[in-house]
């Protein structure tokens, strides 16, 4: 046992020439919360009303010991034990470092490991879900410890799980954010009413512009009647092209005439789920023909703003292998019947 922390209360007005030992805020609702005065302050007469009006009759002076660490300090440490590719860290205020998205991408969080510390009395890491679409600079955790000293043998178990954590991932962080490739897409749009010009199409438009909000693109968009052959014929020109992502839209429910789901697998696809736990899109399919994903989009992707292709769509566009595992996840959370 090294030399204990000691925290010395001194009343304001005797603190002058002192150095504050943490950052103090000012909060006035609805207009500001931030730093007022910065760890390491040393306090000055002129300060003493503003350090009134934030409330302090009192600051804090501090000798740390041995077995710890200030929160400034414990907050850089666990930001620096968790940040992976595409992750930029800031600095300590009010005992807190955020982890930002350093590029537009796919948040790539562990959720398994971010339990795992907050087990720990008094760490708090709190992320975003995994899987969210970042944008660049957007807060992906923010961290930071409950008190303003912590026990040092805390943070460095947090280090030693990091460290755990990134021998078992080739070097990456639990925190990171994956970036969209350029995905070349073909589309097929099923459906006798479409292709023998009884309706307008609308798949094509909504898909082409979901694709292009990630930089992927339509190379081409073709036409089929409900025919399971001709499906199939359309399914192998994509397939040839050597596109990176087929899409098959309509034809994905029980009515005779849906004959999506069989073509894809009559393609040859191995066939990943058909059939998603969200709604709308329930009656996705996800599939892989070889290494090409393939997607049977069911009608509610035309017409609701939010669906199950929309939490698909960014993870293969970041390169993530879609397997059943992950589709069974979805159903919990999955409800976005009402978002339009
Ligand atoms: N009894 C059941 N009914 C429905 C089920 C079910 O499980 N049991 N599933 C529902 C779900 S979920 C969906 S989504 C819809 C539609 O599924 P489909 O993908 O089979 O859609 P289609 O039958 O091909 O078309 C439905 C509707 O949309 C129009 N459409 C289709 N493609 C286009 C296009 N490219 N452009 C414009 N309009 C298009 C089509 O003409 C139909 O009116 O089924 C539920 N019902
Ligand atoms: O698959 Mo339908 O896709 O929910 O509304």
């Known amino acids: 046992m090294g030399q204990s922390s000691v925290l010395r209360e001194v009343k304001v007005e005797e603190a002058i020439g002192l150095p504050l030992a943490h950052d103090l805020t000012r909060i006035v609702p609805g207009e500001f919360k931030g730093r007022a005065f910065r760890k390491g302050h040393v306090i000055r ?58 590029i537009r991408g796919l948040a790539a969080i562990d959720k ?44 460095e178990a947090v280090e030693r799980m990091a460290r755990q954590w990134r021998e078992g991932h080739m070097g990456e962080g639990p925190i990171s954010v994956k970036p969209f490739r ?11 009413e479409v292709y023998n010009g009884l309706v307008e199409d609308k798949f094509g438009p909504v898909v082409r512009s979901k694709l292009e909000s990630f930089g992927s693109v339509v190379t081409e968009q073709r036409f089929s009647t409900d025919g399971i052959e001709e499906i199939v014929r359309e399914i192998r020109y994509f ?13 994905m429910s029980v009515d005779p005439d849906d004959r999506t789901p069989g073509a894809i697998k009559q393609a ?12 709308p899109g329930s009656m996705l399919l996800m599939a892989y023909l070889g290494e090409i994903p393939i997607l049977g989009l069911p009608g509610s992707v035309m017409h609701d703003k939010f669906t199950v292709f929309d939490v698909l769509l960014p993870r293969i566009c970041a390169n993530e292998r879609i397997e059943r595992s992950h589709i069974a996840e979805l159903g919990y959370g999955g409800l976005f019947a009402d978002r339009g």
């Open 182 to 192: 350029t995905l070349r897409a073909g589309v097929i749009t099923t459906g006798s």
């Open 239 to 251: 397939e040839q092209s050597q596109v990176d992502l087929i899409l098959v839209t309509g034809g």
């Open 268 to 279: 040859g696809a191995h066939i990943v789920s058909h059939g998603t736990p969200m709604l």
């Open 112 to 155: 398994a490991f971010i339990d795992e510390v907050n087990a720990i009395d008094q760490l708090a890491m709190a992320t975003l879900p995994s899987y969210t679409v970042v944008e660049e600079g957007q807060s992906l955790a923010g961290m930071r410890v409950i008190l303003l000293i912590i026990s040092k043998a805390k943070i």
């Open 45 to 102: 007469e002129e300060d003493i009303p503003e350090l009134r009006r934030i409330g302090k009759e009192h600051i804090y002076v501090l000798e740390l010991g041995d077995d710890d660490v200030h929160e400034d300090e414990a907050a850089i440490r666990m930001a620096k034990a968790v940040f992976g590719s595409n992750v930029a860290t800031g600095e300590p205020s009010e005992g807190k470092v955020m982890l930002r998205a350093a």
